[in-house]
């Protein structure tokens, strides 16, 4: 699969024969997948001039319209979703068996905020006789989209369809080793009739086209989700403007689980939370913290679980080459602070290809103030921390600058809801790892970031509130 991308701005595809251009690549077999042009501020200022072409006739169109569209949208993504999982695979190395369901969740977001339109509405405030106070939630306006490359299009759908639904308009600049189906998206939105301009998407470098969207001062809203470092220069710069944000900024989530639970399920599960997507997820369930009576036991069943995993069918690659070689860089600095590797920590011998695969790999010996217990990976490796009472696996849990995910393991109902009121984090999964879901709120304590996407909560995160008091 090969193809040439312009950006795509005003309703159509933009081709500047004169642009710098760079390919993405398969982290599979190194094969070219598409090449996209690399935006500069001009190309991002005539994207925010379309946007705000088109701001106000969208804003001011009836939910129920707006609501029609993003529907429609959700149907376009479901008929095309073959093409768009083998982008998908291609360019973020997904497995065959993984992108389908992550292009049926992004169908999901515009089906679901399709029928959430009408959920903006405001209140009235008794002032007392004489008076008539209402408040109005009301879009921000040009919106600007910042997405990673570890799932492309469900992140581009989490942002896009509760912006659109609540009146604002878009432009979106994905990570530039994963820009096809960001494409692909806007490119289908056009075609089921949303208005030219509504949705934009330029491609490029974060330091090029990315800063220009958070500087351009029509852009009033920004959602974005990256690493730490980069939310925090983004961060930098929009406190200047006074610009309001959603940041989802990663984390090192704890995963507890107790002597009680059931440990078949919770191996399951556990495996789940740190091998999901090659370990590329934020809520990555990475510190699993084992009481100590059954460490040993849950270890080897553990162990024997991953051992499971086929490298290059249940576990892909990760997807790029920097992320490749900072994985194998937390080998040396795990072995160099003692942790022992009960599975992996090591390079490949026998890879399935010439991508970037790594090994899953479970560390014991680990103490919560090692670097591998503290920073964020990126891969499929957890470290494993034994505790002894439930007050110590709430302090470890919480020792962390991160708060984004945790996990309880028990079949103690009472035990599972106090530790889950207890632990810092922003979503809280108990007897499970959650799959991904429309309808739940998403965000992080913390430096895992602040403001929520997804669920109705992100209407309220994509809209400003106005209070009108009337007096009689």
């Known amino acids: 699969m090969k193809a040439t991308y312009g950006h795509w701005i005003g309703g159509r595809e933009v081709v500047d024969a004169a642009a710098s251009r760079m390919t993405t690549t398969s982290p599979v077999n190194g094969r070219t997948v598409a090449s996209i042009p690399l935006g500069t501020s001009a190309d991002v200022t005539a994207a925010v001039d379309a946007a705000s072409d088109a701001l106000a006739a969208w804003r001011d169109q009836t939910p129920a319209a707006r609501g029609r569209l993003?529907?429609?949208?959700?149907?376009?993504?479901?008929?095309n979703a073959t093409k768009l999982a083998e982008l998908e695979s291609a360019e973020a190395g997904k497995p065959d068996w993984l992108s389908p369901a992550e292009v049926a969740n992004s169908a999901l977001y515009f089906e679901f905020y399709g029928g959430l339109v009408h959920a903006t509405h405001g209140e009235t405030i008794d002032l007392g006789p004489g008076y008539h106070c209402f408040t109005q939630r009301e879009p921000f306006g040009v919106v600007g989209v910042i997405t990673p490359w570890n799932a492309p299009l469900n992140q581009a759908?989490?942002?896009?369809?509760?912006?659109?639904a609540a009146g604002n308009t878009v432009v979106i600049k994905p990570s530039e080793f994963t820009s096809a189906t960001t494409l692909e998206l806007a490119r289908l939105a056009t075609e089921i009739g949303l208005p030219p301009g509504v949705l934009n998407v330029v491609t490029g470098t974060g330091n090029e086209a990315g800063a220009a969207l958070v500087r351009d001062s029509r852009v009033r809203k920004l959602a974005f989700t990256g690493s730490l470092r980069a939310g925090r220069e983004i961060g930098k710069v929009a406190a200047d403007r006074i610009l309001p944000m959603t940041l989802e900024l990663g984390g090192k989530s704890a995963n507890i689980v107790f002597a009680d639970a059931d440990l078949d399920r919770a191996v399951a599960g556990s495996l789940r939370a740190f091998s999901a997507n090659t370990g590329q997820t934020c809520t990555a369930g990475t510190r699993l913290l084992v009481q100590r009576e059954i460490h040993d036991e849950f270890v080897s069943k553990l162990t024997a679980a991953a051992q499971e995993l086929q490298i290059g069918q249940a576990l892909?690659?990760?997807?790029?080459?920097?992320?490749?070689?900072?994985?194998?860089?937390?080998?040396?600095?795990?072995?160099?602070?003692g942790a022992v590797a009960a599975l992996g920590g090591a390079?490949?011998?026998?890879?399935?290809?010439e991508g970037y695969f790594v090994p899953p790999t479970i560390y014991t010996g680990v103490h919560n103030d090692m670097r591998v217990a503290r920073e964020e990976?990126?891969?499929?490796?957890?470290?494993?921390i034994p505790f002894d009472t439930e007050q110590e696996a709430v302090t470890i849990a919480n020792d962390s600058e991160y708060g984004l995910a945790?996990?309880?393991?028990?079949?103690?109902?009472?035990?599972?809801?106090?530790?889950?009121?207890?632990?810092?984090?922003?979503?809280?999964?108990v007897n499970t790892w959650l799959s991904p879901t429309v309808q739940t709120p998403f965000g992080g304590y913390k430096l895992s970031g602040y403001g929520r996407e997804k669920g109705v909560e992100a209407l309220q995160h994509y809209t400003q509130l106005k209070c009108v008091a009337v007096e009689l």
Not at 377 to 384: E, L
């Open 377 to 384: 990976i990126f891969g499929p490796v957890v470290v494993v």
């Open 406 to 429: 945790a996990g309880v393991w028990t079949t103690n109902v009472s035990r599972a809801l106090t530790v889950a009121g207890q632990l810092e984090a922003g979503q809280v999964y």
């Open 70 to 79: 993003l529907t429609a949208l959700s149907t376009a993504i479901t008929d």
């Open 316 to 337: 892909g690659p990760v997807t790029t080459a920097a992320q490749y070689a900072k994985v194998h860089e937390y080998f040396d600095i795990a072995r160099a602070d």
């Open 157 to 164: 759908a989490r942002a896009v369809a509760p912006a659109l």
């Open 347 to 353: 390079p490949l011998t026998d890879p399935p290809a």
